[in-house]
């Protein structure tokens, strides 16, 4: 595996692969990986000869009083991870280098990002979008690779990437999650045992939507009722929103109608996380995928 740490020899590593006539496949990380990033890791290399795995610690995405200090960075055991794997590129540019000293431009998606987890974290989407655009520019790929688990990012991502025209296909994956149901995400590192076991009502709570829908109830607020019922009955964890959301423009869905999402965000012990659950219509029926 090849590290790369500036942009002009990604942008040449990937001329090289497709000058060969290679489909390439980019996974964009912030390291700390778990099974998650492994599994789209998987994905990109069922679909591409050439997979790239980008890790960078992205600091305009984070608040002034949220975790960028003590973010985790394991950065030897994410490249021992990733070379076992047969990623052939790992592109682990500096702050600097993605940020130099001038750099004053930024790339939003308008509406889609001011909602949700827009509103709980401002400048936080635009800060991802900024980002996933350079590395889609840097990069070239034919595919790029994102976790249903941030389903609003996903779909911010693929907005910009459909409204800016870019040639790179948005493809998501589905949530990777523990026995017990939590979501993997590089923050659940900040629970201690207490506050982990906490963190299951997000699980439990969507299982208890999926029970209501697939029961035969559309109306959004008696789902939701029960979704955060479950979580209420944890002290321990705070809950910041529980919606359903239509899949497509991530507008309330007052009644379940089309494909949704029901999304959750909450703080337990200090550490915010967030979950959802697809719901996808079959007929008179709806599938619900957690």
Do not use: W
């Amino acid at each position: 595996m090849e590290i790369i740490r500036t942009i002009e020899g990604m942008k040449r590593a990937s001329r090289a692969a497709r000058s060969a006539g290679r489909v390439t496949g980019l996974v964009p990380t912030m390291g700390a990986l778990h099974a998650g990033h492994f599994s789209l890791i998987r994905r990109a290399q069922e679909k591409c000869a050439s997979v790239a795995a980008t890790i960078f610690v992205n600091p305009t995405q984070f608040g002034p009083h949220e975790d960028l200090a003590k973010y985790p960075r394991p950065f030897e055991a994410d490249r021992e991870a990733l070379e076992k794997m047969g990623v052939e590129y790992l592109f682990a540019p500096s702050v600097e280098e993605m940020y130099p000293r001038g750099f004053s431009t930024a790339v939003e998606a308008a509406g889609l990002s001011g909602i949700l987890e827009g509103r709980s974290r401002p400048g936080h989407f635009r800060g991802v979008t900024t980002v996933v655009l350079k590395l889609l520019e840097i990069a070239r790929p034919d595919f790029a690779f994102f976790g249903r688990k941030d389903a609003q990012q996903e779909r911010i991502i693929r907005r910009m990437a459909q409204d800016l025209n870019l040639d790179a296909e948005i493809v998501a994956c589905p949530i990777v999650r523990e026995e017990d149901g939590l979501a993997l995400s590089s923050r659940n590192r900040y629970l201690d045992g207490e506050d982990r076991k906490a963190a299951t009502a997000l699980y439990g709570s969507l299982e208890a939507g999926r029970r209501e829908i697939e029961a035969g109830e559309r109306d959004a607020e008696r789902i939701l009722g029960a979704v955060r019922g479950v979580v209420a009955a944890e002290p321990r964890v705070a809950l910041d929103y529980a919606e359903l959301v239509e899949a497509d423009s991530f507008e309330r869905a007052g009644t379940l109608r089309a494909d949704c999402y029901v999304l959750l965000a909450a703080v337990v012990g200090g550490t915010r996380l967030i979950d959802n659950a697809l719901v996808e219509q079959a007929g008179e029926r709806f599938r619900v995928t957690l």
